[in-house]
Every structure is written in structure tokens, then in C-alpha cells.
């Protein structure tokens, strides 16, 4: 979880000093396995606005190229239920026998709780590792579990 800022009421803010974002680009994603960026860190780590699900896609495949095989953007306000849900996107590489690399797609849709936590990215990463190392290559049961 690259803990860099959220957004909160259509502004984004960062948590940590901005000279950081080049360090977290060039060192901390290329070394890592797995990143849950929600999507205010995906639009900062790849420089691309997220304004569709096709848009995402494009982020988390650039995400890809950057090192992780898995990217799971944990929240983001693109809408498809109502403003009273968050979306959740994720993409896994896995590479198959033959060499070929196989891409899986998740969409995940769950109800917004009225509230402001802590720490709840830090949950998420923890538990999606522990889930992607019990399915690592059902992305889709991982996060549900998650």
C-alpha cells in the first residue's frame, strides 16, 4: 500500500512530502510484487487521470509495466451502482507453462460506509497477501476474501 494521500470531498491530498513521489516511482513499485493504490496514488504514480473503467484499466496496466504482476486500485469514484458505492479494480499477471502472460480483470463493487477509518489500506494489503498466497492466481476470490 503506497500510504501517498487520498481524496476527501473531490480534493486530493497527500500524506507524505511531494519530493517522495519520484521515490516511490523509481524504487518502491518496481521492487514490489503487489501495489493497492486506491486511485488518487494510481493517477500520482502513473501521472494519468482515472475518469472511466477503461481509463483504469490503462493506469493498472502501466502500473504493470512499472514491475508489480498484481495491481488492485482499492477504491475509486468512478460510479456504476450510485455515489453510495466504491469501486474496486484489479489486474493480475500470471505467467502460464508456455511462457505467455495471462491477464485477469476484477471489478468489485461494495457500499459505502459513512464514516472515516484508519489504517484500512494497510488491512487491505495485509489480508490480500495473505488471500493471493492461499488463490494466487484467482484474483477475483482474493479480494473477496479481502
Given amino acids: 500500500d503506497p500510504v501517498m494521500g487520498d481524496q476527501r470531498n473531490g480534493e486530493g491530498a497527500m500524506y507524505v512530502p511531494d519530493d517522495l513521489l519520484p521515490v ?12 493497492t493504490p486506491n486511485q488518487f496514488e494510481a493517477e ?16 493498472m496496466d502501466m502500473l504493470h509495466s512499472m514491475g508489480p504482476d498484481t495491481v488492485v486500485i482499492t477504491s475509486s469514484d468512478l460510479l456504476s451502482k ?10 493480475q499477471r ?28 494497510d488491512l ?4 490480500l497477501l495473505a488471500w493471493t498466497h492461499k488463490h494466487p492466481n484467482n ?8
Avoid at 500520482?44 to 493506469?59: N, Y
Fill in 44 to 59: 500520482l504514480l502513473t501521472g494519468r487521470k482515472i475518469h472511466s473503467q477503461e481509463k483504469a484499466l490503462e493506469v
Fill in 24 to 35: 516511490y516511482r523509481e524504487k518502491v513499485v518496481p521492487v514490489a510484487d503487489i501495489i
Fill in 82 to 91: 450510485g455515489s453510495d458505492y466504491l469501486m474496486a479494480l484489479g489486474s
Fill in 139 to 146: 484474483l477475483k476470490v482474493a479480494c473477496e476474501k479481502t
Fill in 124 to 127: 487491505f494489503a495485509a489480508m
Fill in 94 to 121: 500470471t505467467r502460464a507453462p508456455d511462457g505467455s502472460v495471462v491477464t485477469q480483470h476484477i471489478r468489485m463493487e461494495m457500499h459505502k460506509v459513512d464514516a472515516v477509518f484508519v489504517g484500512t489500506g
